[in-house]
């Protein structure tokens, strides 16, 4: 099935015509496209990240999208182009360097195949080594998008078992107290958002209105500690008041009202910024 969506992502920015000569190659293969933007504005290089919006967008899109996911910092080396099946029948198209690390985990990926230059690279860019979003990932996109080629024309199949995945963090469950990662910031509002699934933090029995110590540390230096509610939504406690909530991905955010928990506090992202929270207990 192909229903003629695609959605671009990628670190390139907007300052220059990158987006822009993916968008037309897409067009010039399929001009019937309806051509979407995820984001291109992934922080440079920041594979989590890119695995990440993907992660965050694809439930959101009916089956048959295709989405073309570029964030390369081994572009033109041996790493592999691949387009990945999702188990809601959408289409992945991107390098195979852990970009589809929460997919595989989250959504599910049900086939990979690797992607045939030969068959499936834009005429006369064989001797351009470093924009395959524009002349591999765009252009293959378009040509499944569109129903040009079929997913089994995309090139050989591999095992999905052996996709590159982003080490994560497995959540820590103890008595009382929960133990993730800081993964993603809300970034336009600087809220956190951790690793801790809903699941896991009902582990701690929370109730609206009930205060829980969160401590945050990167790598092994105290950043953060303080006595915080749990709510449902921002207005929950006063402006400038912090709140742990469950956000749209049922994972446990960390917040200011009205203001950037991340900038309060320098707060940063990744697998050095662990995240507790303890229940606390009633003298």
């Known amino acids: 099935m192909y229903n003629h969506l695609l959605v671009l992502q990628s670190d390139f920015g907007l300052v220059d015509g990158a987006v822009s000569a993916m968008t037309g190659v897409a ?5 019937e496209l309806k051509v ?5 504005d992934i922080t ?6 890119g695995s990440y919006r993907l992660f965050q967008t694809v439930d959101y899109w009916p089956e048959g999208t295709t989405f073309v ?16 099946k999702t188990a809601k029948n959408q289409y992945i198209v991107t390098p195979d360097n852990g970009t589809l690390s929460f997919i595989k985990k989250h959504v599910g990926i049900v086939a990979i ?25 765009a252009y293959t996109g378009a040509k499944l998008a569109s129903g040009h080629i079929s997913f089994e024309e995309v090139g050989p199949e591999l095992s999905v ?3 590159v995945e982003i080490p994560v963090v497995e959540t820590v469950i103890e008595d009382n107290l929960v133990r993730g990662t800081v993964d993603i910031l809300d970034v336009r509002f600087g809220s956190l958002w951790t690793s801790i699934t809903r699941e896991e933090f009902q582990s701690l029995h929370p109730n609206f209105d009930d205060r829980f110590e969160v401590t945050i540390y990167h790598n092994d230096m105290l950043v953060y500690q303080n006595q915080v509610t749990y709510g449902k939504s921002f207005a929950d406690v006063r402006i400038g008041q912090p709140i742990l909530y469950i956000n749209s991905l049922y994972r446990v955010g960390l917040a200011i009202n009205q203001g950037s928990f991340a ?21």
């Not at 067009?27 to 001009?31: D, G, T």
């Not at 440079?44 to 990240?49: Q, S």
């Open 36 to 40: 979407h933007h995820l984001t291109h």
């Open 113 to 137: 195949r690797e992607i045939s230059e030969v068959e499936n690279r834009r005429q006369n860019t064989e001797h351009s080594y470093t924009f395959h979003g524009r002349d591999v990932y």
């Open 27 to 31: 067009l010039e293969e399929a001009p």
């Open 161 to 163: 078992e052996n996709i």
């Open 69 to 84: 996911s570029v964030v390369d910092p081994g572009v033109g080396s041996k790493r592999k182009s691949v387009v990945a």
């Open 263 to 283: 900038k309060a506090y320098n707060v940063g992202v990744g697998p050095s910024w662990t995240l507790e929270i303890r229940r606390i207990e009633n003298p």
């Open 44 to 49: 440079p290089y920041n594979i989590f990240e």
